[in-house]
């Protein structure tokens, strides 16, 4: 049973910092391509950042900079480190793994990002 869960969001100040991690189970992790997406109210989900079991990393433009995704194979955990955050930032952040013997996504809970002053 594969099993992700996020950690890590919460209320920050604009200009401020936030680490997400999130922690894989069932999976082979150092074999599978991590990532997280988001929600904002009334928004389609977007895609904003993963990296691959080589550990190459690719970014959505509107967060490159500003975001950086990592991984521990030790730990099984994926995390997104977010800098410089703005209002538009916020949204319910899901992590994602995409094993290479499946065709889909498992996906995360979700943890709620809220950029306020």
């Known amino acids: 049973q594969v099993q992700l869960v996020e950690s890590g969001g919460g209320l920050v100040q604009p200009g401020g910092s936030l680490r997400l991690s999130c922690a894989a189970s069932g999976i082979i992790f150092r074999l599978t391509t991590m990532g997280w997406y988001r929600q904002a109210p009334g928004k389609q989900r977007e895609w904003v950042a993963s990296i691959t079991p080589s550990g190459t990393t690719t970014y959505v433009d509107f967060v490159k900079g500003r975001f950086t995704i990592t991984r521990d194979n030790a730990k099984s955990t994926v995390f997104l480190q977010m800098n410089s955050l703005k209002p538009e930032d916020v949204a319910v952040y899901y992590c994602?793994?995409?094993?290479?013997?499946?065709?889909?996504?498992?996906w995360g809970q979700g943890t709620q990002v809220t950029v306020s002053s």
């Open positions: 994602y793994a995409r094993p290479s013997s499946y065709s889909g996504n498992y």
